[in-house]
């Protein structure tokens, strides 16, 4: 068991992504950041994320669609929809 969960920003903004990180980091979290909903679900087929904080606006793939794709993961993670706008 891992000592705490590893959790994976998506967000297009490097001030949010950079924020956000520093702080989970801060609490002892394990974390990863991508720009892109793409990105995000090709770190996800690796395996290994636990929660994923998604941006709702993001270029390209949104996060409703990137939410879509997720949930039909064989063991998607727990998702927590954020919006900076």
Do not use: F
Request: charged letters at 25%; glycine letters at 6%; hydrophobic letters at 45%.
């Amino acid at each position: 068991m891992s000592a705490s969960p590893k959790i994976l920003i998506v967000d297009d903004e490097a001030g949010i992504r950079e924020s956000l990180s520093s702080i989970l980091r801060d609490e002892r979290y394990s974390v990863e950041a991508v720009e892109s909903a793409e990105l995000a679900l090709e770190r996800l087929h690796s395996g290994n994320v636990e929660v994923v904080l998604l941006d709702v606006w993001l270029p390209g793939m949104d996060g409703m669609e990137a939410l879509s794709r997720i949930q039909s993961l064989p063991q998607p993670p727990s998702v927590i929809i954020i919006s900076g706008h």
